[in-house]
């Protein structure tokens, strides 16, 4: 360990603990007037920033980095734009701080209130992408929370001039000095260090492969809320409108599959099965899937490959589906349970009961009828931003805006009461 | 690590995970009605469980186990009425399993609901309290959880009694079998098992001494709760009712000075403290009361121990006070907000926009305006049950009941909506 970067990384974090005191008490109006300065700076630096990001740029390529993360590191005048737009939405949402959840009156006359008030410090550990940077500043900030932001060492000078414009903009703003907080470092120690910041960080949210999450979930002794693995499941149910289950299993699979809510699983039901499974390999394979079959899917369509234990558990994020036959619905739930990640999970069917017992049994956070399971996501809820999709069942479940990022507080007002 | 006891806590572990899937869909009705029979049974069986609790009391006195620990550890016919009325109120309240948060109909006609739904798996690591085992049971049961018990070695014998007359009565009663499980060891390593049970267990609520809790924290790749700590002030402030202030503080000291939301330190304002002092200083020490001072305090009432940078920031849990004149309302949040463990603090003031002031600014579950600390407890805000008092913003803060037994599941009901 570099003495070093915990050194700065713990004054960062004592100045955001500071700052967020200050933060939690800070109007919307001001709040709000700095997001849009924030959104401002960007567009007007927008050439600095992308000097930046070609070197990251041009560092990256050089080491062989593979095209998909250099698509995610890519920043180009459009990608400013829209995190500046972001900010923009972000300052519009009405703001959660203050709002009431409960109130009471007790049999002794004390008065007791329940507010949402910001959680305090958030330590956000991503990888590849900038804009990451300014989407959780926004949110972070909005809901009153000071912020400590870790990019990945790929990214560091693209983070670096992002966070630079940010931080001058939102202080120059009225918002507390040290609400905003950028590790510049591309030291690994950094994540270390963060996760044992317990009385400094009150939560991480790291947002990453599953590497990253799993290595902050098992070290951690700041909690965690742990976000984005995604091994989601279509049940086609007997009885289905074998259209629609169609128009949704490719919508699930082919529309984006390197994200979470993409569909890895599709059951079908034996019933179904020599009508449906032939229509949905054609048209699978027309978008290049590769399918991989249990044996009684092989009996139907007997050119896919053969699906292993191994492919149930597998979260492929890519153009790859396994394919099961079920007997029925309760096989079909005991193969979701055990091996979904409590993401999101459809049934396409045309029963009342079953479409009950599946939203009831169905362990996930999202659980759907007759509709794609693409729809997770923050923006699709109507929450007007997102943060990450928790797939844990502590503090928050499902798409994350800036609601879960709040935390509450009892307010109690007495006339001298005492305890008996 | 005894290979054997992580093979037993696991696959209890399992049973419980499985359990937590029939548990989850079980009504109101069979929970409520175990409820009551497993209360019937504790007080049927008192006999038995005496006798077992006489055993580990023989234990523990022959060890040297110190008075308080005794006391903690001691069934009587009258405790073990106490666990079987609470198990009675636990079944009278209401189920929040399936209560409606939001609902909404988006513009692509998806219809996206928020419900209430059980956690899943909760374990609970305690000390010495056997009570413990049945109020822990009852509350996680009544909110559709499956429960993982792992009591105080030295109240094994009582443990295992109690556990035992619960687990038989719950499943005649019909509730799944495994939903309860109590680990019946005395091996330390059982807590090591349960805090790497990622997957089966879904969170880890320890109830017990600061070691405890930290470790768990510390250590836990499961997601914990932490609960229990408590440095709680009592902030004088200049104009208040020094009478009421008086009682408040008293009652804040010396009803029951060893639990959490006690109070450990008075500020008393500048401008009040040659009057209030002298008073309070007499008041607590006829109740036994030791007093440490800071400098100021001192040269009001000179006889008072002095009061160090460690007093500050220590839970006495005992008949000691330290006591700090501060300047202003200023000055004592910023005292409060460096010392406290973010569990209870109050104001006693007339000035409205202290009052205010002070709910705002003070980080801590419950902040509260004229009246005592010792307030904050689930029974007192009318919960009507409470597991423990989170100290931390995750999740829940404050006294936890039924309610922050819950997690939440979106159920989204389409008519083929696919994602453009």
Not at 22 to 45: G, I, W, Y
Not at 66 to 73: G, V, Y
Not at 376 to 381: A, K, L, N, R
Request: with cysteine.
């Amino acid at each position: 360990m570099n003495n070093n970067i915990e050194e700065i990384v713990r004054e960062q974090a004592r100045a955001a603990k500071e700052a967020s005191r200050r933060l939690a008490v800070t109007s919307s109006a001001v709040k709000d007037a700095a997001l849009r300065a924030m959104a401002e700076a960007l567009e007007e630096n927008a050439a600095k920033i992308l000097e930046a990001n070609a070197g990251d740029m041009a560092a990256a390529r050089e080491k062989g980095t593979p095209r998909a993360m250099l698509d995610r590191l890519m920043l180009d005048e459009k990608r400013i734009h829209g995190m500046a737009d972001g900010l923009r939405q972000t300052a519009m949402l009405p703001d959660p701080i203050g709002e009431g959840e409960m109130e009471t009156i007790r049999p002794n006359g004390l008065e007791i209130r329940r507010v949402k008030v910001p959680i305090g410090v958030i330590g956000i550990i991503y990888e590849a992408r900038p804009n990451v940077t300014a989407d959780a500043a926004a949110l972070c900030l909005k809901s009153g929370n000071a912020v400590l932001l870790r990019g990945g060492s790929e990214a560091l000078q693209s983070n670096r001039a992002v966070s630079r414009v940010l931080v001058e903009a939102a202080e120059k703003a009225g918002m507390p000095k040290g609400a905003l907080q950028f590790i510049d470092s591309a030291s690994r120690d950094a994540v270390g260090v963060m996760m044992n910041l317990t009385g400094l960080l009150d939560v991480i949210i790291p947002r990453g492969g599953a590497g990253l999450i799993r290595r902050v979930v098992t070290e951690s002794a700041v909690p965690v809320i742990e976000t984005g693995a995604g091994i989601c499941h279509t049940f086609v149910d007997e009885g289905a409108d074998l259209d629609m289950a169609l128009r949704i299993a490719l919508n699930a699979k082919t529309s984006r599959p390197a994200v979470c809510n993409a569909m890895e699983t599709i059951l079908v039901h034996e019933g179904v099965a020599k009508e449906f499974l032939p229509k949905m390999a054609k048209a699978m394979r027309e978008k290049d899937v590769e399918l991989r079959g249990d044996e009684a899917a092989r009996a139907v369509v007997p050119d896919m490959a053969v699906a292993t234990e191994e492919d149930w558990a597998t979260e492929y994020d890519d153009l790859i589906l396994s394919v099961k036959i079920v007997k029925n619905i309760d096989e079909a739930i005991a193969h979701i349970n055990r091996y979904n990640t409590g993401h999101s999970e459809t049934i396409v069917t045309n029963d009342l009961n079953r479409a009950h017992r599946f939203q009831r049994e169905v362990d996930a956070a999202a659980v759907y009828v007759n509709a794609s399971t693409r729809f997770t996501d923050g923006f699709e809820f109507g929450f007007g931003a997102e943060i990450g999709i928790s797939t844990q069942k502590l503090h928050a479940r499902g798409p994350m805006g800036l609601n879960e990022l709040t935390s509450t507080k009892y307010l109690i007002f007495g006339e001298g009461q005492i305890r008996a």
